[in-house]
């Protein structure tokens, strides 16, 4: 990609005014998808997974990987431009179009306000969410250990996510805004999402496709 970090943050901060913070899902999905990103080969190759379930039973429909060149070096912050490509080609692999999807990482809580769920959103229309393992920016108070406590996330000024406790005493997730969807709605379906485990299930399955290594859920 010949393009230079000033380039991509000026394309970031285009593409970030276009990204929808209210909730278009009127009732619950039928769908939820799950899509990470793993980079083989020391980095050459991009592999991208999308996953496909039912909601709210959770149960495996549908899935599929992309592999593709890896064509722009670890930036922070910049990661999503590295990653989309391969991720658009893993959801067009996918036999029918999620009603949201669920990305490992980042959407509104991002310096930039732009982080990997915010992008996919924007390019596709369709309603994502993002769900970080590990905080980004911003500054947050510790939720109550039960499952279902939550605390805002903050930065300068700004509620850019939610702290959500998916197991108790388990290390939380960091829930934010990608497209079209509500701060509140995004939180809800993450921990409807995650019924046993730290992660949502839509994620868990995605990690474990993107990196080779089965999963339960597909050999039900």
């Known amino acids: 990609m010949n393009r230079s970090v000033a380039d991509l ?10 990204v929808e913070p209210c909730n278009h899902l009127t009732a619950d999905p039928e769908t ?3 899509v990470d990103v793993a980079f083989p080969e ?3 190759i991009t592999r991208a997974a999308a996953v496909l ?6 149960e495996p429909i549908d899935k599929a990987t992309a592999e593709l060149p890896t064509t722009l070096p ?6 999503s431009f590295r990653e989309l490509p391969a991720v658009l080609a893993a959801l067009r692999g996918l ?4 009603d949201v999807v669920l990305c490992d990482g980042q959407g509104l809580a991002h310096p930039r306000r732009f982080g990997i769920a ?3 959103g924007v390019e596709t229309g369709l309603v994502t969410v993002g769900v970080g393992k590990s905080r980004l920016c911003g500054h947050h108070d510790d939720p109550d250990p039960e499952r279902g406590q939550h605390c805002p996330l903050v930065d300068g000024g700004d509620v850019i996510g939610s702290v959500l406790r998916t197991r108790t005493r388990v290390r939380p997730v960091y829930v934010s805004i990608g497209h079209r969807i509500s701060l509140q709605a995004a939180r809800d379906l993450v921990l409807r999402c995650a019924p046993r485990y730290r992660l949502p299930e839509p994620i868990r399955c995605a990690d474990r496709l993107a990196g ?3 999963s339960s859920v597909w050999s039900r």
């Open 9 to 18: 943050i000026e394309r970031q901060r285009q593409l970030a005014a276009q």
């Open 32 to 34: 939820v998808a799950g």
């Open 42 to 44: 020391q980095g050459r």
């Open 53 to 58: 379930l039912s909601f709210p039973e959770l």
């Open 74 to 79: 670890y930036i922070p912050g910049l990661l």
């Open 95 to 98: 036999g029918r179009q999620p």
């Open 118 to 120: 915010c992008h996919l």
């Open 212 to 214: 080779n290594r089965q």
